[in-house]
Nanobody, 121 residues
Framework: VQLQASGGGLVQAGDSLRVSCAAS????????MGWFRQAPGKEREFVAR????????YYTNSVKGRFTISRDNAKNTVYLQMSGLKPEDTAVYYC???????????????WGQGTQVTVSS
């Protein structure tokens, strides 16, 4: 399975942005999907995940109420809708797939190439 992340860009604080992750070469059936981000000089951190079976979602505290993860199984695509963006949300955003219910990036099997999100103050 290949994952392709897209939709990043430069926005101002308070703006909204949606990033997408499309799968090719296979199906996301059975995979939980996660979004992670990595800012310069920092470790990769978990942002959100959505389960395959019931679509249960989980968020890191810093994005709760501002970000929404969703998936379209028919399109093999996962989305991360971000609103109320802050400069501290600036990072490269990565999507990833795992058969395990986990927020540890080391447990994810497939990764997209990342898309840059920059939030100016």
């Amino acid at each position: 399975v290949q994952l392709q992340a897209s939709g990043g860009g430069l926005v101002q604080a308070g703006d909204s942005l949606r990033v997408s992750c499309a799968a090719s070469g296979g199906t996301l059936s059975g995979y939980g999907m996660g979004w992670f981000r990595q800012a310069p000089g920092k470790e990769r951190e978990f942002v959100a995940r959505i389960d395959w079976s019931y679509g249960s979602t989980y968020y890191t505290n810093s994005v709760k109420g501002r970000f929404t993860i969703s998936r379209d199984n028919a399109k093999n695509t996962v989305y991360l809708q971000m609103s109320g963006l802050k400069p501290e949300d600036t990072a490269v955003y990565y999507c990833a797939a795992s058969t395990r219910r986990t927020i540890d990036f080391r447990d994810y099997d497939y990764w997209g190439q990342g898309t840059q999100v920059t939030v100016s103050s």
